[in-house]
């Protein structure tokens, strides 16, 4: 089995019907249409690197689900439908468990949203994995960070925090018992991106973004591109009975700086919020709302009873951690 | 200046302007307007690793010009008109001066082919580079693989193996003196992308592919998509006068299954040769014709008169090399 070679490999495990490319995998570059009248083409990119994005602990069927699943929510967090994927591997090594789990895991997800493979690439190297994901949004609809206003209400898709305190568990800075280790590990490894969501909210949100580096920071770039600032009721950001079962401190550092969630944290006028609770069941999510946009800059954090929280922002950065 | 962020580095090297975009870098997604009607979007990925796809020693000028022209090839051998990118980054530190140097040979090589860089990602690991290029293509005229027929002319864009060439002296395995080790170092480092004939050939062209992995792998992938075979005249291939000053046993290695070339081999109807010198002179390259695709499948090599050489296609494989 380790004899595969490169064009072996994706021959076996990364080639799927592409029904709506107009060329699929094989050939120089794949060939997508154009998207229907009226929409336009968002793009992501994502590198996952292990030891950074993913323990090598991980089951290679989760890591093929999270490899997708980060770059879905950011189709997500911009409104759009996905349509299709290229894949970047290198490899330290041909592994037919591996890819084979890979290759299951990533390829249950592409299916269920609908999104095709459609080309890439598989190299010899440092395991990395880079996905590059193509969704439609209509032309000028696209959800940004950028339409934030003051007043608008701060939504959250669902709880915050899980990914971290699983992390923190396997750093062995954490004892969880069994069944919270394992809740909160499926958090970390195999996160659910909100698409369904995302496309529900074009029209209604103002602004959104994907949380992957911590409530507090990615609220920080949604901000900084509005021009705003922004009133946060620490204690009504939604949070697992796992972590509801660790100290205040540890709960709160997991739901404002833990990053790796993935729920879309979201703004929109408050005379929207009927509508964006209807939103929220049809995606079938419990939405929360933790608080509002201000015209005075900064973050102001508060608890339950209104006293003001001082608590440090630290967004995740792979060059300081 | 090692202590640069995540966010910085990407504002201070990588935001550059996107005219084409709806929405450019710095969002979730980018958002790139539906291409102009009757076209569709043709895309290619590609991942380079270091001391696989480059060596230590390459200036990161260089390296930033590489990364995107092999990208580029593949929308050329598809007869494409570049339109954006994404880039995927990973660092094993922050460099400056490494960083000021890619980016500027990668944004130079962009601007030259109208391609905007429209986003990406940037983390800490072992250094990888992985660009996703996309294009604009008519919905049935993109060049395939697939096209050639028996009797057509197979065409190449320019001489190879000067890139292999350039490789086996950095191994030690040949001396060349001063001036063919720069010009064949050239060819290795600096590759051009063959956009412009790539485009010229839609319609003219049956297939097309660009010479990544060796002339006779990267023709045996058109002969299997084609289900053809095909006769080359080895001597008529072209090549530098560096290579050609080697011993004609080397030449015909670095010429055959060198790789790293980026040119372009093609196939055409012979009753089209004409507008086909017509569409490399518009290039700016003189093609050269180097066999025919023939009916009877596998590859036969011949010299310059006709005598029957064997020679072992041996394609670039990442697992196997």
Known sequence: MNDLGEFELIERYFRHPTPHALVGPGDDCAVLPAPAAGMALAVSSDMLVEGRHFLPT???RL???KALAVNLSDLAAAGARPLAFTLALALPRV?????EGFSDGLMALAREHGCELVG???TAGPLNICITVFGE???RGALLR????PGDEIWLSGPLGDARLALEAFRGKVELDGADFRSTRRAMEAPQPRVVLGQALRGLASAAIDISDGLLGDLGHVMRASRV????DTDSVPRSPALARQPLVLQRECCLNGGDDYELVFTAPADA???VQAAGERAGLALARIGRIEAEPGLRLVDGAGRPLTFESRSFDHFRS
């Open 63 to 65: 890591l093929g689900h």
């Open 146 to 149: 950028s339409g934030a206003r």
């Open 58 to 60: 991980v089951p290679p």
């Open 229 to 232: 600032g922004a009133r946060i």
């Open 95 to 99: 592994d037919a468990s591996w890819l």
């Open 120 to 122: 890439g690439d598989v």
């Open 137 to 139: 949004v209509p032309e």
């Open 273 to 275: 919020a009927t509508q």
